[in-house]
């Protein structure tokens, strides 16, 4: 596997800045996940490594060796898209099989089964192998096209919301097998997802994206816990962080013009100042929904809690983070 680095890298379509100046490296053997609303840029940076876009300006190496010029082919990068791509006229297994039969790789036909079958079998596909691709839903394609880019033997795999069409339990199969299978291999992982757990947990490393810029590059702890922006601090966590006028609670250094509370920052007191609008019980957790001096404001509390709508609590803040007029965070 290999260590991706890109130095400046902008991409424009048109007059449209899609990346603007980015630099960063993806280390070897790491798992890194970009985040960032619709258009921040993630699928330009993953088409840009694949060699599908090339950069206006700046480098992209892969394992210290320059990309220019470069076919996708010849980087050896394996992508998962986010808008699958299958051969429909094919079955699954010579879906899985096609980019171990490249004639580059030679790969012998036992080899081949074996690598398939262990595939199929991590995906929960093993018994679909027969069919075409057409034949099958769509959380079954995009098993398909993840195991594709897993058959192979790749520098680094690049993925774009691979699990986004699955339902929640074999998100939460393949989310665990997937991280398994990177430790295993040691492999290199850019990975796009909307998805906050799967950021949190799969994660060495966070990218934060925003219109094209690459605000923060962290460990997901440190993204959480030191976001460099208020944009920054709402791309993790959920329920989202508050965010509230400085001056709300006494002790604001100067400049400072919102403050940031965690959910789990905001716990009950003694006393009465905030009205509870709505009790929310997830079953692992109970999250509340306030009213205090006329903000919104949400925090979780145990799950059996025997608060109820309308109740009044009184809520003690920790952990505060400071942000200046701009939503730049204040040390
Ligand atoms: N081929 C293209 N031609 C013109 N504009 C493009 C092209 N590809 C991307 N863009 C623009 O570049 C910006 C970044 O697009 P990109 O696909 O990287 O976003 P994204 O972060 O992957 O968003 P999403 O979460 O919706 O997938 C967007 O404004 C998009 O409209
Ligand atoms: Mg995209």
Redesign the pocket.
């Known amino acids: 596997m290999a260590e991706v680095t890109l130095h400046n890298v902008t991409?424009r379509?048109?007059t449209?800045v899609?990346?603007d100046n980015v630099s960063m490296t993806v280390p070897d053997g790491s798992f890194v996940v970009?985040l960032?609303?619709?258009?921040?840029?993630?699928?330009?940076?993953?088409?840009l490594i694949s060699g599908l876009?090339r950069p206006d300006s700046g480098e992209i190496l892969i394992d210290g060796r320059p990309t220019q010029g470069l076919t996708p082919a010849e980087r050896n990068v394996a992508m998962v898209f986010?808008q699958y791509s299958l051969y429909p006229h094919l079955t699954v297994r010579e879906n899985l099989e096609f980019p171990l039969k490249s004639p580059l790789l030679k790969t012998p036909k036992d080899e081949i089964d074996r690598k398939v079958k262990a595939i199929a079998d991590i995906l929960q596909i093993g018994h679909k192998l027969d069919n075409k691709a057409t034949a099958l839903s769509g959380g079954e394609m995009q098993r398909v096209s993840i195991g594709r880019a897993l058959v192979r033997n790749p520098q680094i795999y690049l993925m774009?919301?691979p699990l986004s069409s699955l339902d929640a339990k074999l998100r939460a199969d393949l989310r665990i097998e997937l991280k398994n299978i990177q430790a295993n291999l040691g492999a290199t992982l850019l990975y796009?997802t909307?998805d906050q757990v799967e950021a949190m947990t799969m994660a060495t490393h966070v990218g934060v994206?925003h219109h094209?810029r690459l605000v923060q590059f962290g460990s997901p702890r440190e993204v959480y816990e030191q976001p460099v922006s208020i944009y920054a601090a709402a791309r993790l966590g959920q329920p989202r962080i508050n965010i509230l006028p400085a001056d709300v609670f006494p002790g604001a250094p100067p400049r400072a013009v919102s403050m940031g509370l965690r959910p789990e920052h905001i716990r009950q007191g003694q006393g009465e100042d905030s009205l509870v609008n709505r009790v929310e019980r997830l079953g692992d957790q109970t999250r509340l929904h306030l009213s205090f001096r006329g903000l919104s404001l949400v925090t979780v509390t145990e799950p059996h809690t025997a608060l109820r709508d309308g109740d009044i609590v009184r809520i003690e803040p920790s952990n505060p983070l400071y942000f200046d007029a701009d939503g730049l965070r204040l040390a």
Do not use: M, S, Y
Not at 36 to 47: E, H, N, Q, S, W
């Open positions: 991409k379509f048109g449209h899609a990346l970009l960032g609303p619709t258009g921040a840029g993630k699928t330009t940076t993953l088409r876009e986010q774009d919301e796009v909307h994206l094209g």
